[in-house]
Nanobody
Framework: QVQLMESGGGLVQAGGSLRLSCTASGRRLRFNSMGWYRQAPGKQRELVASITSQGMTTYTDSVQGRFTISWANTMALQMNSLKPEDTAVYYC?????????????????WGQGTQVTVSS
């Protein structure tokens, strides 16, 4: 089983910065990719940024150029130039390859979430 623990959320003024971290623990900690999702009140959870084990990154348009995802021993999200619309609960995600070669699938793991609030 895999456990993910987020840290680094908080309250910041618009234009400020925060750094989120995600640490994985448990058995078999090899992942195909890791990423950050967020969910604002009344909205669906959305992908913010992801990174593959080969280092390929993806960002949603609204954070391109402001957020940077990285993955070494821990996975982190550096968030700069924060806006009130970035306010949400941010969730760490890890995607792990499973199953036999002839029938592979991916298993998603999630953290508990960390609140990010950006005041105007």
């Amino acid at each position: 089983q895999v456990q993910l623990m987020e840290s680094g959320g908080g309250l910041v003024q618009a234009g400020g910065s925060l750094r989120l971290s995600c640490t994985a623990s448990g058995r078999r900690l090899r992942f195909n990719s890791m990423g950050w999702y967020r969910q604002a009140p009344g909205k669906q959870r959305e992908l913010v940024a992801s990174i593959t084990s080969q280092g390929m990154t993806t960002y949603t348009d609204s954070v391109q150029g402001r957020f940077t995802i990285s993955w070494a021993n821990t996975m982190a999200l550096q968030m700069n130039s924060l806006k009130p619309e970035d306010t949400a609960v941010y969730y760490c995600n890890a995607r792990q390859g499973m199953g036999p070669v002839e029938a592979p699938f991916e298993q998603d793991y999630w953290g508990q979430g960390t609140q990010v609030t950006v005041s105007s």
